[in-house]
């Protein structure tokens, strides 16, 4: 509601104000709102003083699991700097944040996405004494699927046959984050040995032996999923 439709609906409730003014011999004409808000004030009508917020992000086209960064600022129609005021961002109804506004009206807030599906995000100022709450909606983000890099190592590099080499296979996005619950094939040439998840460090174990001598091509790959891209290792010989 603007400040004149306030106004509006005080003249409805009390004295028409202008009169009430202009009786005490004070005029309007030409005087500033922030004294026109200190005038009514002094006569104990008390008027809400509008804020307005706005919001940015550092990036919309983003990937699953990454962070962007939310800033922007707020201002009142009085010019008074709602410095240690709070705002929320909410995804939807639910708050996933909170920051504190700095001396010079501005605030930061960072978000991790968390799903595919592109968030519904605002930030919103609840309002204190005379001062209005407001909402800034924030630009719509574009989530698309993380890129993974897939590693594969070896405690050893030549066995005996019928001796076991550990082979152990670690999955990370592309900011380095261990991926959870991946599943993870491992292969000697095009032939698949073993399937297996992994743990919250996003490492798989597998136990490898071989009956028969010969340099042994061993390798694993990440077929992809709902949030991450696919990924293969690197090649690992073992002469056996």
């Not at 004070?26 to 004030?41: A, D, Q, R, V």
């Not at 174990?205 to 340099?215: F, I």
């Amino acid at each position: 509601m603007t400040i004149q439709e306030q106004l509006n609906e005080i003249k409805t409730e009390k004295e028409n104000i202008k009169t009430v003014l202009i009786n005490k011999g004070i005029h309007l004409t030409g005087i500033s709102f922030t004294e026109y808000h200190n005038i009514l004030k002094d006569y104990n009508f008390q008027i809400p003083i509008e804020t307005t917020l706005t919001s940015t992000v550092n990036n919309t086209s983003i990937h699953y699991g990454a962070t962007v960064t939310i800033s922007g600022t707020i201002s009142a129609t009085d010019s008074t700097i709602l410095s240690g005021q709070t705002v929320t961002l909410y995804n939807d109804t639910t708050s996933v944040g909170t920051a504190t506004i700095d001396s010079t009206g501005a605030y930061s807030l960072t978000y991790t996405v968390q799903t595919m599906t592109s968030p519904n995000l605002t930030v919103k100022y609840a309002g204190k004494g005379l001062y209005t709450a407001s909402t800034s909606e924030v630009p719509v983000l574009t989530i698309s699927k993380a890129d993974t890099v897939l590693t594969l190592t070896s405690n050893k590099t030549s066995a005996s046959t019928g001796e076991t080499v550990t082979l152990t296979a670690t999955l990370v996005d592309i900011n380095g984050n261990p991926v959870n619950g991946a599943t993870i094939n491992f292969m000697e040439g095009s032939s698949t040995l073993y399937s297996g998840i992994t743990n919250s460090l996003g490492a798989i174990s597998y136990n490898y032996s071989s009956s028969s001598g010969g340099t042994k091509s061993l390798q694993c790959s990440f077929n992809g999923d709902i949030n991450y891209n696919a990924s293969n290792s690197n090649l690992i010989n073992v002469n056996i």
